[in-house]
Nanobody
Framework: QVQLVESGGGLAQPGGSLRLSCAAS????????MGWFRQAPGKEREFVAA????????LYASVVKGRFTISRDNAKNTLYLQMNSLKPEDTALYYC?????????????????WGQGTQVTVSS
């Protein structure tokens, strides 16, 4: 069964960094845009970042722009999210997702395959 598996979450101090990875079980992501979303306790899921199928275009939520970087390695079927200058409000369960489209989108309904999530906690 095709799966997306996130890793790299954990505890970080404010101002620190983490790098999330999302590995696909097969060559299913190379022809599609990919995205990262997050959900904090008691809050709705929100868009974080997206990248086009080729990696040539990216899209970020305003709250993470300039701090987070999304990238992909299609040869490794892997998506990444480099998170720098972390803030306590970045604490959430982070999900990667495969889009139905080639191009970026912040809308969750455009994504048809989701991982189980990796927890990121930012605290001193």
């Amino acid at each position: 069964q095709v799966q997306l598996v996130e890793s790299g979450g954990g505890l970080a101090q404010p101002g620190g960094s983490l790098r999330l990875s999302c590995a696909a079980s097969g060559p299913i992501i190379s022809n599609y845009a990919m995205g990262w979303f997050r959900q904090a306790p008691g809050k709705e899921r929100e868009f974080v970042a997206a990248i086009s199928w080729s990696g040539g275009a990216t899209l970020y939520a305003s709250v993470v722009k300039g701090r987070f970087t999304i990238s992909r390695d299609n040869a490794k079927n892997t998506l990444y999210l480099q998170m720098n200058s972390l803030k306590p409000e970045d604490t959430a369960l982070y999900y990667c997702a495969k889009s139905r489209r080639l191009t970026t989108s912040p809308e969750g309904y455009e994504y048809d395959l989701w991982g189980q999530g990796t927890q990121v906690t930012v605290s001193s």
